[in-house]
């Protein structure tokens, strides 16, 4: 289905071409930020390198050119699960969409190279091993191509985690096609990884559009651990009832243990880990995206290449590996632009068994020191008493305003002077021998007389029972904040120790203003629920329409979000379109959509109106 079969020579032409594009095969009003200056761009036939967070709407970026072109679009992406939903989702709005890689039977693929020779497709996804193969190059040569779209661009990067050795070759096309204009993207920030796409894809000429990298969508969220899973479950609970999410815990056993907890407090929850079975995994992620509602509990080994735009929240029980990995893993919350959360718990052990892993591995030194300042800018995350997004923003080089939506916005901390209760703690800790851990320690403050204080003899210490008007938890924050503001260092076994810098402190001479923990459990602050029901009439046509959904997702073996997405739902219970020409204004709904499922949700808004009249 090509709108409009040539390229519109004047610009004002082709920014209508391009917008009636947008407008009748993707359903949406308008473009978003740099979207239609890409288009135009690639669809005039020039290079462009584009820089988006996840979620920023890259598709449509080369999407759109591809079908304002001649020819065929030519999408190279190393993700093959991501590609059979991208396709999916095209044909479902009427585009000629195909892919090819391994997991096509012989004569499928065969299929798909004749309609590419004989101009019959629009988009074609191909793994980036099966492009450089002399046979698909001579295909290429054979064939009518529009652009060539190079999707997660940074796998070029040497230096990056998604390395992939084959799309260092991508640069022949620039030499073979120098007329075919090229689009390369990516997700990922940093000047270096942007260098090394430009050099090795040889796009000297391209256009680079940058985006912003924030998610303006997620709020974050960091609250201090008590009893992670009860503070888990009370957060599904008050903000999440029924939406999918993603967990993240650091171990195997903590994941398989994590999702049988929920799974007892009637929740749907599925584990996935690197130690599962490859069917067991797989049936996981598939429930995971095809379902609606499902709360996926994972090691790190799960989210890359899934391209689920309604996941609602990403909790993290523990800690992640450094401030990259954590905005990566939470991006995977509201890929749709509605709100989202991220929410995270963490505590003193956390800290101390990330300084254990660094401390104790066999990494040469100059990487250990990489890893130390990485914790420090995560527990900076963590600690800071400002606006979380402004911390993170300011890692990846942006500096931006208070946000208003994370934690720190909504519930500004307080803050208390600590300098006399540091001193204690200090003093307690020093003439216990510098070996115990955070318990212990505030076991003497707080005066416990528990079995380990009288065998240690520790209930005769000067400082035993100063620290009782603290309660355990001010005291696990303190000590927590003394560790990673540097005046408290941990050993090997998780015992507290002074460092150089609480020299001053001890002596008086520096104050200490901390922050104060949240006593009641108003931990999180009170998260505005997705959707708001103004009534019971409307709380049930909403479960009317998302039952339409699934319904027909289940009759074409679709993801539910293929159908229409959440935003899209949601606009059909603000707005209760009574016919088709109203269906049609809403946004995704483009006119092959409409043409499929309109009816269907149209008899569920009217018998609705009906029933509640
Ligand atoms: P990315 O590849 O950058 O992570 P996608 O291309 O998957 O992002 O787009 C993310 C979501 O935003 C999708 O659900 C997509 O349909 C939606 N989207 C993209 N562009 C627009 C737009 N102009 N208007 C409305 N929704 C859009
Ligand atoms: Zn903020």
């Not at 990494?363 to 800071?384: H, N, Q, T, W």
Request: charge should be neutral; include cysteine; glycine fraction near 8%.
């Amino acid at each position: 289905m090509k709108p409009t079969q040539s390229i519109p020579s004047d610009s004002t032409d082709l920014a209508s071409a391009a917008l009636r594009t947008l407008r009748h095969v993707f359903g949406y009003t308008a473009f978003r930020g740099a979207q239609q200056a890409i288009v135009e761009q690639v669809a005039r036939g020039g290079d462009a390198l584009v820089l988006m967070p996840t979620g920023g709407g890259k598709s449509l970026c080369y999407q759109i050119p591809a079908l304002l072109r001649h020819g065929c679009g030519i999408v190279v992406s190393p993700l093959i699960a991501l590609m059979q939903d991208q396709v999916q989702a095209l044909k479902l709005a009427g585009v000629r969409a195909a892919y090819l890689n391994s997991t096509l039977e012989l004569e499928h693929a065969a299929v798909i190279e004749r309609e590419l020779l004989e101009g019959e497709l629009d988009l074609l996804y191909v793994a980036p091993e099966r492009l450089m193969t002399p046979r698909f190059q001579q295909l290429l040569a054979q064939s009518d191509i529009a652009l060539f779209a190079i999707d997660e661009a940074h796998c070029v990067s040497q230096w990056g985690h998604d390395f992939r050795p084959e799309y260092i070759q991508l640069s022949v096309l620039h030499e073979r096609f120098p007329q075919i204009p090229r689009v390369a993207l990516t997700a990922t920030a940093d000047g270096a990884t942007r260098q090394e796409i430009v050099e090795r894809l040889a796009l000297h000429a391209a256009e680079v559009f940058v985006s912003s990298f924030d998610r303006p969508n997620i709020r974050y969220t960091v609250t201090e651990k008590d009893n992670p899973r009860r503070q888990l479950l009370r957060f599904i609970r008050s903000s999440h009832d029924g939406d999918a999410g993603i967990v993240y815990c650091l171990s195997r056993k903590k994941v398989e243990e994590t999702a049988k907890w929920l799974r007892e407090q009637g929740l749907n929850a599925l584990p996935y880990h690197a130690g599962l079975d490859a069917s067991v995994r797989e049936q996981h992620q598939s429930k995971f995206i095809r379902g609606d509602g499902i709360i996926m509990v994972a090691t790190v080994a799960f989210g890359m290449g899934i391209d689920k735009p309604d996941v609602r929240f990403v909790a993290h029980l523990d800690l992640p590996k450094s401030l990259e990995a954590y905005y990566q893993e939470t991006g995977r919350a509201g890929r749709d632009g509605l709100p989202s959360n991220a929410w995270m718990a963490y505590g003193l052990r956390d800290l101390i068994l990330h300084r254990e892993m660094i401390e104790q591995s066999q990494a040469p030194d100059e990487i250990k020191r990489v890893e130390r300042r990485k914790l420090e800018a995560l527990l900076g995350y963590c600690e800071a008493p400002t606006c979380r997004r402004q911390v993170l923003l300011r890692y990846f080089g942006e500096e931006s305003t208070p946000c208003g939506n994370c934690d720190m916005c909504l519930n500004p901390p307080q803050t208390w002077d600590a300098s006399e209760a540091v001193q204690k703690a200090l003093s307690a800790i020093y003439r216990s021998g510098q070996r115990y851990g955070a318990g212990h320690i505030i076991d003497i403050l707080r005066g416990a007389e528990t079995a380990k204080i009288i065998e240690r003899g520790h209930q005769h210490l000067s400082t035993f029972g100063l620290g009782k008007a603290i309660s355990e938890a001010q005291w696990s924050s303190l000590l927590r904040q003394c560790v990673a503001a540097g005046l408290l260092g941990v050993n090997e076994h998780g015992g507290l120790i002074l460092q150089e810098d609480c020299r001053p402190v001890l002596r008086g001479e520096q104050p200490i203003q901390l922050r104060r923990v949240r006593e009641t459990q108003a931990a999180a602050p009170s998260l505005r629920r997705e959707i708001e029901f103004e009534d019971d009439a409307a709380r049930a046509l909403w479960a009317a329409l998302r039952q339409c959904r699934r319904r027909l997702a289940e009759e074409q073996n679709v993801p539910a979000y293929i159908v229409f997405g959440d935003a899209t739902l949601k606009q059909m219970l603000e707005r209760r379109p009574m016919s088709l020409e109203a269906m049609h204004e809403l946004p995704g709904v483009g006119d092959r959509k409409l043409e499929l499922y309109g009816a269907d949700f149209l008899e569920v808004l009217q018998r609705h109106a009906r029933e509640y009249a």
